[in-house]
């Protein structure tokens, strides 16, 4: 059941940010533009946040392990499509509906672990499930730079389609979990929660190009907010709701579930910023890029594995504050890089990074799960992995807009000094602007240096916006956490002390 539920949380995660690797190789070779490189990402992402809260609710009344089964299988097949067919349009939807299929996978994984293991050991399985959700996309980097190395950009979906699908087989061996009463389902909380969701982040992606005052932008927005107020509403009422709003009194709860939030908002808009920058301001190639972020597993992985721990010692709220403060410091600290950077700058911005995510990811989730009854672990897990994912997509979309707004401006000057024909593309993005200046001639070596120039204007911007929106959230967040985990139902965290 642990290896299962490990392996499935890191094949979701991990596909969020496996294409990074290769977005210069699709751009290059399909002609998408910045903005529908962030298309490509997110839509996967906005798919699986939309939906995660519905298909945990699903999960506790139909069967975890059957929800896990039609997930992979919804993924599996999707992450298929683009080795039939190419062009935005295809890459987009196909990542969309994959994001579907994870969005059944990612709750079930949680929610049969901690239904499935007795109290004595499930705080040690919930940390390591932590460590590896944690990882993920380091790990979708890793490994999509491997495949890159050798093959196309089109073996990232076959690698996605064959674990997949293994997993499926694998899932069928697992013991069924439900809940006992199994309540019927709240179709108006899932549709309104849905709409919540995608608004909000749709208008975060659209507001660094077209500006905060845009129609569309501002009705996103507002369509947002409102279908918000409105599942609160609806979940105040219904006898069965989708998630019991009331679960954020509790303190640990509430912050926890921020606090992840936050976490995958910056690391995932991170990773959309820092790939780019290695392949296409450094030179590395895809495998080099990959590896170069392989060190930050390290410090995230065994600091999660004591981390719930030290919460318990001395508070969510210590924790909290710190592993934040850690990880803003490492992204103000990424947001200086520049062309005449090394990659020792990058490492340890990258550490430091990384050990406030292992410090505060564990306890986080810990401290959701501690604050809802046993009963209701799948709507704990569905809570865990919405924060989670609305904070990737919102991530996403902040850092890849930020980043295509800026270089957009910043390029600007220099199209009327080019053909028409290659302005689109060197408008579009840092890569399709390289591949025109492979083929400029004498303006090669000044289109490239001016096109990176811009690119890092729009790669500093976002780094400094995630890395102060970081360290705001880490004040707050400490002001609202407990000073120690506590619950009405057993804690997560109670372990035997041998282990």
Not at 43 to 49: I, Q, R
Not at 110 to 127: D, I, Y
Request: with cysteine; charged share 10%; hydrophobic share 55%.
């Amino acid at each position: 059941m642990l290896t299962v539920s490990c392996l499935a949380i890191a094949l979701v995660v991990a596909a969020m940010a496996a294409l990074y690797s290769a977005l210069p190789a699709i751009a290059a070779e399909t002609g998408v533009t910045q903005q529908q490189l962030t298309w490509v990402v997110d839509g996967y992402t906005l798919a699986l946040a939309c939906l995660v809260l519905p298909a945990g609710a699903l999960g506790d009344r139909l069967g975890r392990r059957v929800v896990l089964i039609v997930g992979l299988a919804v993924f599996a097949l999707a992450s298929a499509v683009p080795l039939v067919v190419d062009g935005a349009f295809w890459l987009i939807g196909s990542r969309a509906v994959a994001g579907v299929g994870a969005a059944f996978v990612m709750p079930s994984t949680l929610s049969l672990l901690t239904a499935g293991f007795p109290e004595e050991r499930r705080g040690q399985a919930v940390g390591v499930w932590a460590g590896v959700a944690g990882s993920g996309g380091a790990l979708g980097i890793i490994g999509s730079g491997l495949l890159l190395q050798w093959f196309s950009w089109q073996s990232i979906f076959v690698a996605m389609t064959v674990v997949g699908a293994v997993l499926l087989a694998a899932g069928c061996t697992v013991r069924e979990s439900l809940e006992a009463e199994r309540p019927p389902l709240d179709p108006w909380g899932s549709v309104t929660v849905a709409l919540s969701v995608g608004l909000v982040v749709v208008a975060a992606m659209e507001a660094p190009a077209r500006g905060w005052t845009d129609p569309i932008v501002l009705g996103a927005l507002a369509g947002g907010l409102l279908a918000a107020a409105v599942f609160v509403l609806v979940e105040l009422r219904v006898a069965h709701p989708l998630l019991d709003v009331r679960l954020f009194r509790d303190r640990g709860f509430g912050s926890g579930t921020v606090s992840l939030a936050v976490q995958f908002l910056v690391s995932f808009g991170l990773f959309l910023l820092i790939v780019q920058y290695l392949q296409l301001i450094l030179g590395y190639s895809p495998l080099g890029s990959s590896l170069a972020l392989g060190p930050m597993i390290v410090p995230l992985v065994v600091v999660s594995l004591f981390a719930p721990r030290l919460a318990e010692r001395f508070g969510l709220r210590a924790v909290s504050l710190i592993g934040l403060a850690l990880v803003g410091i490492g992204l103000l600290a990424l947001a200086r890089l520049d062309m005449s950077s090394g990659y020792a700058h990058v490492l340890w911005s990258l550490c430091v990074m990384s050990t406030g995510m292992g410090l505060c990811t564990a306890p986080a989730t810990a401290a959701i799960v501690a604050g809802t009854p046993v009963e209701k672990h799948g709507v704990a897990a569905a809570v865990n992995d919405a924060a989670r994912e609305i904070g990737a997509a919102l991530g996403i979309a902040i850092a890849g807009s930020v980043l295509a707004a800026g270089y957009a401006h910043h390029i600007a000057p220099a199209l009327p000094r080019l053909p028409e024909a290659a302005r689109g593309p060197v408008s579009d993005s840092l890569a399709a602007a390289l591949e025109v200046a492979e083929r400029a001639g004498p303006q090669a070596e000044p289109l490239a240096a001016f096109a990176k120039t811009a690119f890092l204007e729009g790669f500093q911007q976002a780094g400094t916006a995630l890395g102060w929106l970081t360290l705001g959230a880490a004040v707050l967040i400490a002001a609202w956490a407990p000073g120690a985990l506590r619950s009405s139902q057993p804690s997560v965290l109670d372990s035997p002390p041998d282990l």
